[in-house]
């Protein structure tokens, strides 16, 4: 059984910045691509950035490139999204996605977290 647990959540002002964090725990042989996703009243999920198993590749959506940072502690199975100058269009519930595999001869299984609540008034 694989847990996660988002943390860091909150309401700021526009302008302002946020750390989201994300631990993994559980039986993990091995951590790989690890993501934030955010969904918005009446909206869909969206990716809002990922990083791969080595750290030294990342993705971001075009609408919060050069204002959020996502990075890892492989040795805490931990990932992080530093957010800055946040928008009220930023405003979701923000959810942590790891794909882990539980041991060598097995696959990568998707888990989610359940999700915090990122408010940026104007």
């Known amino acids: 059984q694989v847990q996660v647990v988002e943390s860091g959540g909150g309401l700021v002002q526009a302008g302002g910045s946020l750390r989201l964090s994300c631990a993994a725990s559980g039986s993990i042989f091995e951590i790989g691509t690890m993501a934030w996703y955010r969904q918005a009243p009446g909206k869909q999920r969206e990716l809002v950035a990922e990083i791969l198993s080595s750290g030294s590749i990342t993705n971001y959506r075009d609408s919060v490139k050069g204002r959020f940072t996502i990075s890892r502690d492989n040795a805490k199975n931990t990932v992080y999204l530093q957010m800055n100058n946040l928008t009220p269009e930023d405003t979701a519930v923000y959810y942590c996605?790891?794909?882990?595999?539980?041991?060598?001869?097995?696959?990568?299984?998707?888990?989610w977290g359940q999700g915090t609540q990122v408010t940026v008034s104007s």
């Open positions: 996605n790891v794909r882990v595999r539980v041991s060598l001869q097995t696959g990568y299984n998707m888990y």
